[in-house]
């Protein structure tokens, strides 16, 4: 039978506070364990060690002790200011204590027995004077770059370990990485509890950093090489976040910026949800993103425009002749235009760039346009772990997002390079229609999760009072569209007058029968009532002598005599 553990028993952690690696460890590294951090030069091992100790001290009051092999306390203070700590100031305050131990292996002399019982004594006074509970030690080849015996080198490597456990610090060591292996020696990677390995790759002369949690004892983790940079606040490693499928779902409905798609989507989009808007170049994809914003913005919600093409003033110009005024939003700070080319930082950088501008700009809506652009010299798979990212971050945040994505010509329409719209919430495709040797635009909904949308094709164009959707017209040959529609609509508008003349002289003509009928029904009324008088005059005369009484009349004989 299966039990899952209370959570005082799980593998304490102490939180690293750099962005992202919290995430990916679950919580931190192992507390009271030492942790190894791998990789090949150049890939911020150094900084990631200091960085954990600097957030420990400042966020969790947690002192630590940095013992650095290769650079002096002033390389380290410089090196750390470009990533914004003040070093320095830490040190003054008793919250981080440096002590630089420099080695040169061509003054070594291996003779007799070697122990790093020194460096036991000379750490152990330094944890106890700041009271420390953290500690870092950078590099750990160093400390044994002139031992010839591999036998005594191990053991002291086990030593060290088994020793910062006892003392119970959270330890980060670094190491080189070998050719052939992780660490140089080959042994650091097993005796400790945690390890990380990061690179410094190039590919296609872009470079990019990956951060790997190659194993961590007694604790579930990332186990994926996750980009990583280093920027003005420090490393952020950026995993897929952890929120993942568990985020709220609005029922809001909010305004696309056009009307009539709003009634094509059933009333508007979804708030938070995610819009991927698709076509080929110059169908109107960035007028109708700024028409997005700027109806944000008229709501009293706040804009934030990715563009990865165009330069702000570029776009605040060209919305201008479609009637989108962005300056106004620009000037009242609801609506913030920010340009940049993917492929110069990579995809990590970039990824931190829009992520660290909207956590400062808290914007409502958000656009991405291109997203396409991101695949300049890189790989569709790692465009579509980005998107992801991109997409749990704003949900997580209740960020309505829409992104462009363009559509080569030869391209099917309804598919995206980055193979994203399975991420989209809804999905509206932009065309071009050729008719009649004319090119116009059609818009249609591929999908749109949640609501009951429409599945017309709609003409729409770009005037000087924003877009315009033009009603469905069908014909003969199907839905027409641009000069293919107002001929037809000329020839069915003809037909119609034509019908209506018709319908007129057949008006005419039966009111006219019916003039003749009724003047033919009058005189034939005429010539009943005269018949029907003279009729009525003879049976009068024939009932008068009917009724009249008879008399007897005798002949009188004038002969006869009285």
Known sequence: MLTHLPPEQKLPKSPTGIDGLDEITEGGLPKGRPTLVCGGPGCGKTLLAMEFLIRGAIEYNEPGVFVAFEETPEELAQNVASIGFDLPALVAEGKILID?????PTEFEESGSYDLSGLFIRLEQAIHRIRARRVALDTVEVLFSGLQNAAILRAELRRLFRWLKEKEVTAVITAERNETGLTRYGLEEYVSDCVILLEHLRTNQIATRRLQVIKYRGSRHGTNAYPFIIGDTGVNVIPITSVGLDYSASAERISSGIPALDDMLGGGLY????????????????????????????????????????????IVRNMQSVGLKLEPWLEKETLRILANRPPIDGLEAHLNFIIRQTLAFQPDCVVLDPISGFLFNTQETEVKG???RLIDFMKARGITLLMTSLTRVLQQVDHTEAAISSLADSWIVVRNLETIGERTRGIYIVKSRGMAHSN????FRLTSEGVALQEMYLGPEGVLSGAARRARMAQDQAEEQARQLEIARLQETLESKGKILKHRLAVMQAEFEAEKAEILGQIARLEQKQNKPHKLTIPVDEDRPG
Do not use: M, W
């Open 271 to 314: 708030r938070g949800s995610t819009v991927l808007l698709s076509g080929a170049a110059g169908t109107g994809k960035t007028t109708i993103s700024a028409g997005f914003l700027e109806a944000a913005c008229r709501r009293g919600e706040k804009g934030l425009f990715f563009s990865f093409e165009e330069s702000p003033a570029q």
């Open 456 to 459: 017309e094709v709609r003409e």
């Open 100 to 104: 630089y131990i420099h080695l040169d």
């Open 386 to 388: 980005l998107i992801i």
